[in-house]
């Protein structure tokens, strides 16, 4: 399999604020940690995801220039929030989380699962360790 490997738009994205839609992407995989190119992380931001992954983790660069990972896993009942233009909505229950992970709205109380993001001679990395496997 290519490692670039595009499973599907995030198409739900388009129902949620008209955001253009986060690309998924499959990463390199390695004890703790996943990766992917620099290149992969779009101007909607990115969800990486292996096939052994319930959820995925949305990448995004913030305007700060600053890279933000999070699992697109709702803290409320566990849907998947999908990226909209500013945040992230979850379609269950209308929570809303900025890219981040802080709450926004609720019903959710807790942010979503942050993990620490490094770059690496062109790479994202998403640093797994500490935070529970996705
Ligand atoms: Fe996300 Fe309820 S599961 S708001």
């Known amino acids: 399999m290519p490692r670039r490997d595009f ?3 995030g198409a739900s994205a388009l129902a949620f604020g008209g955001c253009a839609g986060a690309a998924y992407v499959v990463p390199r995989s390695a004890p703790g940690r996943l990766s992917i190119s620099v290149g992969d992380v779009g101007a909607d931001g990115v969800l990486m995801q292996t ?3 319930a959820r995925p983790i949305y990448v995004r660069r913030l305007t700060s220039g600053e890279l933000v990972a999070v699992l697109a896993s709702c803290t409320h009942q566990g849907c998947q929030p999908e990226p909209a ?3 992230l909505i979850c379609p269950c ?3 809303e989380f900025s890219f981040d992970g802080a709450v926004l709205q ?10 620490a993001v490094t770059e690496e001679s062109g ?5 797994l ?3 529970g496997a996705p």
């Open 7 to 9: 499973v599907a738009l």
């Open 51 to 53: 096939a052994d992954m």
């Open 85 to 87: 233009s500013d945040r």
């Open 93 to 95: 229950h209308g929570s």
């Open 106 to 115: 609720g019903p959710a109380e807790r942010a979503l699962v942050r993990y």
């Open 123 to 127: 790479d994202v990395v998403v640093w």
């Open 129 to 131: 360790q500490g935070r």
